[in-house]
């Protein structure tokens, strides 16, 4: 899917209830956040804003970044009726220039992974950039699938490309609610 095409896609899902947009935190980030101490946030691709709130809500100091501007109307509205305090900027995570780091979580839940090839790398170097020492990169996607739909989505390059600067600690598969393969993945720096 090409950037504009993919824009205009999320630009006009934002008007109605996305089916990713569920409302609620997945367990992976629960467990996260129960094993780690707070610290800074970054969350990629936030949406409407439920994993930066649920981060906020146990302390973390959190960043949301979204591409659509809906998008992150709503996370501001939601973040202020749950009364916590999160930063939401309209920018793309290519470019993330306004963004300062250090963050000790690196958070993208289904971002990365629709992100045509040529916007990759500088995906990754804003990572590089932006992640603490001893940070934590927490990502999920679908695996690359041509044979079943997927397209877009998670190959064995994409994971050897973070492993450049990033030591991979786990790796959790995790079907989604219609059985696509999909995994989360954890790397520290």
Request: aromatic share 12%; hydrophobic share 40%.
């Amino acid at each position: 899917m090409g950037r504009l095409l993919r824009y205009f896609f999320f630009f006009f899902t934002s008007f109605g209830k996305p089916r990713w947009d569920t409302g609620i935190s997945p367990p992976e980030l629960l467990e996260f956040i129960a094993d780690h101490e707070p610290g800074r946030a970054l969350d990629l691709g936030c949406g409407t804003g439920t994993n930066a709130i649920t981060l906020a809500q146990h302390g973390w100091q959190v960043t949301g970044v979204d591409f659509i501007p809906r998008s992150i109307q709503h996370a501001r509205q939601k973040a202020s009726k749950a009364g916590v305090n999160a930063v939401f900027v309209v920018d793309s995570v290519t470019n993330l220039k306004g963004i300062i780091g250090p963050f000790h979580l690196i958070l993208d839940i289904g971002c990365y992974q629709g992100l045509p090839a040529a916007d990759r790398e500088p995906y990754r170097m804003n990572i590089k950039r932006l992640l603490a020492p001893g940070g934590s990169l927490l990502m999920y996607g679908f695996y690359h699938d041509p044979e079943h739909g997927v397209e877009h989505g998670l190959s064995e390059q994409d994971f050897e490309a973070f492993t450049i600067f990033h030591r991979l600690t786990g790796i959790k598969d995790s079907p989604d609610n219609r059985g696509r393969a999909s995994t989360w993945l954890h790397y520290m720096r």
